[in-house]
Each structure stands twice: as structure tokens, then as C-alpha cells.
């Protein structure tokens, strides 16, 4: 990797995941993280995940859904087993996982969280999603983001 690693690189090579790392040119401009990886890197906004922390029942919880689509908060809820939703506060998100937003990845949180990713991702055989900070992503197998993350994987994404 060409750059400095992150926790959840780290952790990939700890576990020895195959992985691939994409890294790009982060534009300061660009108002969608997920887009901006998605059209850099000529991938299919489909097969790119962002990771997005919202509050379940007071949780601090993971939502990994398709850039391409929107968090269900009511499904959410649902799949962690939660009653209500909303959007955590982006301090909060930052504080527990050890990332900054736009570069929140769903693995190596600085606090364990619960993650759920949303169950299009099984559809690939390689997704990519935040590898921990801006401009960085990992391209991994659903299956192995889910064991890692210990993840729920529920249909969680509005598209």
C-alpha cells in the first residue's frame, strides 16, 4: 500500500483477508464520499458501501449500505434488533469508531459497534467500502467483511 495504513487495513493483513487497496485523490469539493469513490474509481455505484453510524435505541450502530441507495432507518432499527433510529451525531460516530466521517470504514473501530451490511452486497463477489479515511478503499469478499465486522446482514438500504 502506498500510503499510511489504517486500523481496518491493519486488521485485514492481521487476519490475512484478501483484500485489494484503492486509493485516489480525494477532491475536498466532492460532497458524496461514496460517489466520488464510486466515479474515480469507474465502479458501478452498486458494488461501492458506504458506512454510515446512526443511533438504535441509544446504540451507537453500523449501517453499510450501497452508495447507490440510502439507509433505512426503520430497517435498521429492525435488523439490530431496536425499536427506533436516527442518524448519530457526526462527534459521536467519530469519538467511538477512531475515524473521521467520510472516511468511517465498516472494521477497526476503535470501540466494537454492531454493524449491519446490507444484503445486496452478497449479490458480488467483491465489494469495496471505506478503508478508513478519505481517498482509501478496500475491496474485499461480503463474507469476509461480515465475519470480520461480526456483522448482521439484513436488507437495510433504500434504493
Do not use: N, W
Not at 127 to 138: H, M, P, V, W, Y
Amino acid at each position: 500500500m502506498a500510503g499510511r495504513g489504517t486500523p481496518a487495513t491493519a486488521s485485514l493483513s492481521r487476519q490475512r483477508v484478501p483484500h485489494r487497496v484503492h486509493e485516489y485523490a480525494h477532491d475536498p469539493r466532492a460532497d458524496s464520499y461514496g460517489s466520488e469513490a464510486s466515479e474515480v474509481l469507474g465502479l458501478p455505484a452498486e458494488r461501492v458501501f458506504k458506512t454510515l453510524v446512526a443511533e438504535v435505541d441509544g446504540v451507537l450502530t453500523v449501517g453499510v449500505v450501497p452508495v447507490a441507495g440510502q439507509l433505512d432507518l426503520k430497517a435498521l432499527a429492525a435488523a439490530a434488533g431496536g425499536k427506533k433510529a436516527r442518524m448519530a451525531e457526526v462527534a459521536a460516530a467519530e469519538r467511538a469508531t477512531g475515524y473521521v466521517a467520510g472516511g468511517i470504514s465498516p472494521l477497526g473501530h476503535r470501540k466494537r459497534l454492531p454493524v449491519v451490511v446490507d444484503s445486496s452486497a452478497t449479490a458480488f463477489e467483491t465489494i469495496l467500502c471505506s478503508g478508513g479515511r478519505r481517498g482509501l478503499e478496500i475491496e474485499l469478499a461480503p463474507a469476509d467483511l461480515v465475519r470480520l465486522a461480526s456483522a448482521t446482514v439484513a436488507p437495510i438500504a433504500v434504493r
